[in-house]
Structure formats: C-alpha cells, structure tokens
C-alpha cells in the first residue's frame, strides 16, 4: 500500500497540469488574440525577446494629466495600519535608501 502526502500529490497534479498545459499552449494557440500566452509552452514570457521598438515604445509612455490626477486623489488621505506599518518597516530595514544616505553624517541632534 502506497501513502502519499498531500504535498507529495499537489505536486504530481502540478506537474501534469503544467504538461497538458505545455501541450495545449501551441504557436496557433499563441497567435490567437483572445489569449493571454506569449510563447508556445505555456511558461510565460520567460525567453520571448522583446525588439528595441517595443522598449522604445514602452519607455515613451506616459500617464496622462488626468490620469496622473486620478492616481494622486485615490493615495492622498490614506492611512496605514500599524501592521502594515511594521511590515515596510521590516522589510525596509538594513537597506540604502539613495545616494544621498552617504553624505549626511548623524549628529545625534534631532
């Protein structure tokens, strides 16, 4: 008799899904424009080579005046919990925050 943990099965199912995935997920499959898939496979875009005109068109956008408006008035206001707090605050911690950290000295004088 075989007994198998239940993390022993999440990854046998994982691994099958993944297979009829990368079976289903084809070239015409990718070219369809109702899907998602970037890539036959179904990995993601992992290994897809984006043109220098894809990135140069990525790198001119730019949010409009409204929409800019829009994002400011939905963060204006807002308060974090003091968990949420403490989380930033961990993972924030022991890290650089810009160049500008090396020329200031503390003093001690608040």
């Known amino acids: 008799m075989i007994i198998l943990h239940l993390e022993e099965i999440c990854q046998y199912v994982l691994y ?31 290994g897809r080579k984006i043109s220098e005109e894809t990135k140069a068109k990525m790198r001119s956008r730019t949010h409009s005046e409204e929409t800019r408006a829009k994002v400011s008035a939905s963060a204006k206001g807002r308060v974090h919990s003091e968990e949420t707090r403490a989380k930033i605050r961990t993972a924030r911690s022991g890290k650089k925050r810009g160049p500008y950290k090396k020329k200031i000295k503390h003093t001690g004088i608040k």
């Open 16 to 46: 099958y899904l993944q297979l009829a995935e990368s079976r289903i997920v084809n070239t015409e499959f990718v070219n369809r424009t109702d899907t998602y898939n970037l890539i036959p496979g179904g990995v993601g875009g992992i």
